[in-house]
């Protein structure tokens, strides 16, 4: 936790027999929220503008449009999916550290989320609001202790000219119970310091204090879908009546015409009577108004908005319906670009974010949180069992290892630590034995 080393006024030092801290005086003076940060606390997200279409586009008309929802649904929850580990350096690899107080904390965050819904919540306020964020709560000597998830509405942020930069949490009662930055504070609004937030952030066209969002950013490609959407449905509703009007040939007054304005729309009404065919009389003639789907293109728009959704959010084609006639081969490499380009952008942010938020000074580089793609990116299984016999046979995976990865448990006595080698690999003497003392038979 390398901001506990950074010495500010009105500060006391509590010091721990390793590593030694500094935590901040709970009699400090607590920020207040700014002015003009009041509004994006309080409503920020729930408030768009209207865009060339004539949409208003916000964070809930957005997840309206089923290309967006299903974008972020798959890219929050595959990230909440993830096993995320603590692991040690260990003779130059990285094996899992599972008797380290932080790994309590991934088990169980706070006293409501699991990992999973902690991970999905913070990578959907990310993909919606351009930030996510998660609110770190210390014991008395500065030890993480619990992990609290904030929407990228709740927050406001506030960066003073010596560089501090303080996050203003407004309406998480989550929060109530917790002792936060400012022990002092209590209910659901908290004023949270810079080294008690894990903050991720989507590129910014304005500063670095809080990330765009990409429903700001790209605001005319969602009101686009969502007019798309909207008039497919009202279509559809208009499909089910005659639109157009009705051309009396001749004088009528005025009752003879609401007598048959009603008259046809009681035919015409209702999902029962739609497509009956209507009989007119001869000296009325009916003009159609109507405009059809397919003459609107109203499929080719919409499938064109939702290769542009996905491709902002790097998604591959075939997880949102189209591209589905691709091969096996290209669908694993759409895969792995998909972990790569979608999921990695988020969870490289939250593990460089926990190292040094949650770790202290002389724990870096020896520890380090760590995402598992393994499962993710996994073959099927007589792959991977041909890849671990080539493992195995070559000398760098032992069986105990091949079993963990399995999820099995190690073999007993030791007997699965053994690394094999192959013959025709090992150091010979010219014999053809595996004599690698330079002995030769008979000899003492």
């Not at 010495?7 to 390793?18: H, L, P, Y």
């Not at 007119?280 to 290769?307: C, F, H, M, W």
Request: aromatic share 8%.
């Amino acid at each position: 936790m390398g901001f506990f080393n950074r010495k500010k006024e009105n500060v006391k030092e509590i010091t721990k027999v390793e590593p030694e801290i500094v935590t901040k005086d709970a009699t400090a003076e607590i920020p207040q929220v700014p002015i003009d940060n009041i509004g994006t606390a309080l409503f920020g997200g729930y408030f768009g503008g209207t865009t060339a279409s004539g949409v208003t586009v916000t964070t809930q008309t957005v997840l309206q449009l089923s290309a967006a929802y299903a974008c972020i649904n798959f890219i929050s929850t595959d990230i909440g999916k993830l096993p995320l580990h603590l692991q040690q350096e260990t003779n130059g690899g990285w094996t899992v550290n599972k008797d380290h107080p932080l790994t309590k904390v991934l088990k169980k965050p706070n006293k409501r989320n699991d990992l999973v819904k902690l991970l999905t919540q913070v990578a959907f306020s990310f993909l919606l609001g351009g930030n996510g964020y998660i609110v770190i709560v210390r014991d008395s000597q500065g030890t993480p202790i619990n992990l609290v998830p904030v929407n990228d509405w709740q927050v406001s942020v506030q960066e003073r000219t010596n560089g501090d930069r303080y996050y203003y949490v407004n309406n998480c009662r989550l929060l109530c119970g917790y002792k936060t930055s400012f022990p002092k504070q209590k209910g659901s609004n908290r004023t949270i310091r810079e080294e008690d937030m894990i903050h991720i952030e989507n590129n910014s066209l304005y500063s670095n204090i809080q990330g765009s969002s990409p429903i700001e950013m790209a605001s005319d490609v969602f009101g686009l879908g969502l007019a798309a959407q909207e008039t497919a449905a009202r279509a559809f509703q208009n499909g089910t009546s005659f639109t157009g009007f009705l051309k009396v040939l001749g004088n009528t007054n005025p009752k003879e015409t609401a007598q048959m304005q009603e008259a046809w729309n009681r035919a015409q009404a209702t999902i029962v009577n739609a497509g009956r065919t209507p009989v007119i009389p001869g000296d009325v003639d009916y003009v159609n108004l109507a405009t059809s789907p397919a003459e609107l293109q109203l499929l080719e728009a919409r499938e064109q908005i939702t290769k542009e959704i996905a491709r902002m959010y790097k998604v591959p084609g075939h997880k949102l319906g189209f591209n589905e006639t691709d091969k096996a081969a290209n669908m694993e490499q759409q895969e792995r670009a998909y972990i790569s380009d979608a999921l990695e952008t988020i969870t490289r942010q939250l593990e460089e974010q926990l190292d040094i938020k949650m770790l202290f000074d002389s724990e870096i580089g020896k520890l380090r949180f760590k995402f598992d793609f393994s499962k993710v990116i996994s073959a099927d299984q007589l792959q991977r069992y041909q890849s671990y016999a080539i493992g195995i046979t070559n000398g760098f995976l032992n069986r105990d290892e091949v079993r963990e990865l399995e999820g099995y448990a190690p073999i007993p006595d030791g007997e699965g630590e053994e690394f094999l080698t192959p013959t025709y690999t090992a150091k010979q003497d010219g014999t053809g034995s595996l004599n690698t003392t330079g002995e030769t038979d008979g000899e003492n």
